[in-house]
């Protein structure tokens, strides 16, 4: 009795063209598992610590919202990560965050630092309320009176609240600005053949604020160690090659 394998054995090419396609099938899980790495200007390693080397970039997304993205600190341990030196501030403080909850007992698996800038502009002609005046007492015995004038901010929907109160020698701001965020970690590769690297997506809901600091890490997943698979597919590879021909 004949078998599929007698077939393809005393069919030399077909015998060469599976051999082929296997020793592609085992280029192609080196690529993709990484073990070809290709130059990028985004991370590096250091000390068993992808480094986040990139800047900060921000975009609108389609409902006009602020969205500020960059790639992630990654380690396996926290302490690779905290022991490094740095010269970025918002990394110092990244990572003096990270040992501060850890002291508290806590497991960290991310941590985020963001350092926003609010610009407030406004101006109207609408009647400010006299709630007090400030006297001056003049030396010809008479007196001036200057008011004092309270306004309520509420003209920034619930982003900005607060109220404002100004006289002659009175100036009082009581001020809350509240923001609001989506965050988003995930990982994506330049090329099909790329190593995958980690980015953090941060969708700034307040319109009236600008992220211009920020820096994220996680812990990385152990390595999935694929060097057994791959010399696995490479001796299957040899034994099939030598069979067939």
Request: glycine share 4%; aromatic share 10%; proline share 1%.
């Amino acid at each position: 009795m004949t078998t599929i394998f007698d077939w393809i054995k005393n069919n030399k090419m077909m015998s060469v063209l599976i051999v082929a396609i296997l020793f592609l099938s085992v280029i192609c899980t080196i690529f993709t598992s990484g073990y070809i790495k290709t130059k990028s200007k985004l991370d590096y390693t250091l000390n068993n610590v992808t480094v986040a080397n990139d800047s900060l970039k921000t975009y609108k997304n389609k409902n006009g919202e602020l969205v500020s993205q960059i790639s992630v600190f990654q380690s396996e341990k926290t302490k690779d990560f905290t022991k490094l030196q740095f010269q970025d501030e918002t990394i110092k403080k990244l990572q003096a965050l990270i040992i501060e909850k850890e002291k508290e007992g806590k497991t960290v698996q991310t941590a985020l630092i963001i350092a926003n800038n609010t610009i407030i502009q406004y101006q109207d002609s609408i009647s400010n309320l006299i709630i007090n005046s400030d006297t001056i007492h003049n030396s010809d015995s008479s007196m001036t009176v200057y008011p004092i004038y309270n306004r309520k901010i509420d003209m920034f929907d619930k982003w900005i609240t607060g109220d404002v109160t100004l006289g002659l020698k009175t100036f009082k701001i009581n001020m809350n600005i509240e923001n609001e965020y989506g965050i988003t970690i995930g990982s994506d590769r330049e090329y099909w053949y790329s190593k995958k690297q980690m980015y953090a997506d941060v969708v700034n809901k307040n319109p009236l604020t600008k992220t211009k600091e920020m820096r994220v890490y996680t812990v990385q997943l152990p390595k999935q160690h694929l060097v057994t698979k791959f010399t696995i597919i490479v001796l299957i590879s040899i034994a099939i090659g030598k069979f067939l021909l």
